[in-house]
């Protein structure tokens, strides 16, 4: 079954809890081999995550989450920073034509996994309090692209005996910051390799992701107020293209 499938209704407390909302149609942007997408579309098609990927987008054209989506029915979006710069445009100008083309799909969560490009205002202005980013690395520590790398070096130092996964919402462009919401540790052992600590960490990135995409789909008030923000209204006036 593909990730336009089957989703699971959201438990009701009895005959006068209000309706659920309708399914979640996520929005994913990646970059490299799709690992966590293919995690998002296993669990949409199992019912344990309320909603469906409505479109998947990429910056590399070799992507292999690309053909993940392709394979899976899933509609793709290939668009290189590189074509615009040469046509005379800038970085936001293409921040802000890749923010049209997902909007087209009408998600209600864009979700970076493993999406390598740092986006500007051009973009996250269009999704305000609705773009989710996924780091391999606890909330404060080893920002950036090589946060495993950091992570094993620092435990080989002595300075660390443990790193993480957390998700979070991206309201600007600061590298890996933004309101936490979920987390979790994953203890370095003695024996790890760096690429034994690697295999952990994603396990752990797919059951977080997946979880925590499915408390956004089923209360996202409820998540945002956790985290002490309000949930902008989605400008769906804008979508109806």
Known sequence: MSGLGAHRQPDTAGPDSPPPPPPARFAVLASGSGSNLAAIIDA???????????????????????????????????RSLKAVRDAGGTRRDYD?????????????????????????SAFLDRFPGRVVNLHPALPGRFPGAHAIDDAYEAFRAGTVDRTGVMVHLVPDEGVDVGPTLASVEVPIHTEDSRDSLEIRIHAAEHELLVATLDRLARDPAGVHASVGIDLAPFPVQELQT
């Open 44 to 78: 949409c098609a199992a019912g344990r995550l309320y909603g469906r990927v409505v479109v998947v987008a990429s910056n590399r054209i070799g992507a292999y989450a690309l053909e993940r989506a392709e394979q899976a029915g899933i509609p793709t979006v290939y």
């Open 96 to 120: 802000a034509e890749l923010a049209e083309v997902v909007a087209a799909h009408r998600p209600d969560w864009v979700v970076l996994a493993g999406w390598m490009h740092i986006l500007s």
